[in-house]
């Protein structure tokens, strides 16, 4: 069985910084492409940023030039760093993989249970 989990969510002041990390484990041949999502209260989730495989990155206008994804060293981990955070970052950030899992031939979406982020002074 495949599963996501995230971690490094917290309540940091405006201008503060956080690191969010997501792990993937299970029977997991390859990963095509992991991201970020956010939803905050009565609002749509929405895409943070992700990236391939081949290292291409896609970041939403909201958090360009504040947030950063890279690659762990750990297997299938992804990291969010969040620096310049403002009170609308506030939201349960969610972690979203595309992966192939083992002895299957196509890939499936799978989401982490979400990290809850609150920036307030």
């Known amino acids: 069985q495949v599963q996501l989990v995230e971690s490094g969510g917290g309540l940091v002041q405006p201008g503060g910084s956080l690191r969010l990390s997501c792990a993937a484990s299970?029977?997991?041949?390859?990963?095509?492409?992991m991201g970020w999502y956010r939803q905050a209260p009565g609002k749509q989730r929405e895409l943070v940023v992700l990236?391939?495989?081949?290292?291409?990155?896609n970041y939403a206008d909201s958090v360009k030039g504040r947030f950063t994804i890279s690659r762990g060293n750990a297997e299938n981990t992804v990291y969010l760093q969040m620096n310049s955070l403002k009170p609308e970052d506030t939201a349960v950030y969610y972690c979203?993989?595309?992966?192939?899992?083992?002895?299957?031939?196509?890939?499936?979406?799978?989401w982490g249970q979400g990290t809850q982020v609150t920036v307030s002074s």
């Open positions: 299970g029977s997991i041949s390859r990963i095509n492409a």
């Open positions: 979203n993989a595309d992966l192939i899992r083992s002895g299957s031939y196509y890939s499936v979406h799978y």
């Open positions: 990236i391939t495989s081949s290292g291409s990155t």
